[in-house]
Every structure is written in C-alpha cells, then in structure tokens.
C-alpha cells in the first residue's frame, strides 16, 4: 500500500484574490489524491472550500503579522502540518514568499531549504518587478546588497524548485540562474 501524498500550502492570507483562487483550485484538482494542509498568516476571510486551515499569525503581512523569528515560525509551522497531516509534508508550497510583503518569509523559505525540505515557490508577482517599495524594504531588512537579497529570497538546491505564470517570469528566473529543470511554467488558474 503507498503513502498518501502531503502538502503544507503555505501564504499570508486567504483573503479574496487570485492566490486565494489559485489555492482553491489546487485543492479541488488534488481532492481524494493527497493530504493537504494550507498555513496562512490570519484567519479565511473567504468562504473557502479547502482541506484543513491552519492559521499562524507571524505569517501575516508585516504590519499585521505577530513578530516572530523565522526558526519559530518553521516550528509553528512543522508542528501545523504534522498535526493535520499525521507526518511533515513531503512538499511545502509556497505562494509569493519574496514578494516583500514580509521580511520573515524569505528567511523561513531559507531555513527550510537549508534544511533540505522540499520546496515548490510559486511566484505571481516579483518585488524587483514593479514594486520598488517593497523591493527597498527587502533590502534594507534582508540583503544590504542585492546578491545577498537574490541569494536569501531565491534559493537554489537540487530540491528547491519554482512555478511561475507566464514565459516572461520563466524567462526571468532563468536568467538569474534557475535550472530549468527546477522551473516550472503553470498558467495562470485564476477563472
């Protein structure tokens, strides 16, 4: 007999949007098949027809999160997941970890590559592109310059691998030294 398959989906919030959408989806497309746990930073503000939630409030946007380390909130949130899924996840997905919502989420999204664990980052939007607010507060909380920042907010090992959107956002991570063997392209599924 194999072993169910466990996810950890990990994002600020679920709040209406398109990440809270592209999260619903998932869940419905992976229904039966797997275990599935979504750890967000503050309570469902969507009626959300998803698995378990489970609600750790340091993941929240910076200026409503609780303060907490990034080495807690990797222990908040391996305690979360094992606690609904019987077992760590065999994959942690992450929504927009480097988006500059969150200065702790980047260094949780390290640790955990550091540590080995397998990490699937799925980037809707980027920082460096559009967003020089967000971009500024990386820098100046995480990187001091920008290669420490790509390093820290971009991690590369032979079990990180990343998601995007479109072709211009592959084309982006490839540049910037992705493999494309850890690239994957997933079109948008917001409808």
């Known amino acids: 007999m194999s072993e169910t398959f466990r996810i950890a989906i990990v994002h600020y919030h679920l709040r209406t949007g398109g990440v809270t959408r592209v999260i619903q989806h998932a869940s419905s497309a992976?229904?039966?098949?797997?275990?599935?746990?979504?750890?967000?930073?503050?309570?469902?503000?969507?009626?959300?027809?998803?698995?378990?939630?489970?609600?750790?409030n340091g993941l929240g946007y910076e200026g409503a999160r609780q303060k907490r380390g990034a080495q807690q909130l990797v222990q908040q949130m391996r305690m979360a997941a094992r606690r609904v899924l019987g077992a760590p996840p065999h994959i942690w997905h992450f929504h927009n970890h480097a988006l500059g919502k969150s200065r702790v989420l980047p260094e949780v999204v390290y640790h955990l590559a550091q540590t080995g664990e397998r990490l699937l980052l799925q980037l809707h939007d980027f920082a460096e592109d559009g967003r020089p607010a967000n971009y500024r507060f990386l820098l100046d909380h995480l990187g001091g310059d920008t290669g420490k920042l790509g390093a820290l907010l971009?991690?590369?090992?032979s079990h990180v691998h990343y998601a995007v959107l479109n072709r211009r956002d592959q084309c982006f991570l490839q540049r910037a030294g992705v493999p494309e063997t850890h690239l994957h392209l997933l079109p948008n599924a917001v409808w």
Do not use: C, D, N, R
Request: glycine content about 6%; charged content about 10%.
């Open 30 to 56: 992976l229904s039966g098949q797997v275990k599935m746990v979504v750890i967000v930073g503050e309570p469902p503000q969507v009626e959300a027809p998803l698995p378990h939630v489970a609600v750790i």
């Open 154 to 157: 971009y991690p590369q090992a």
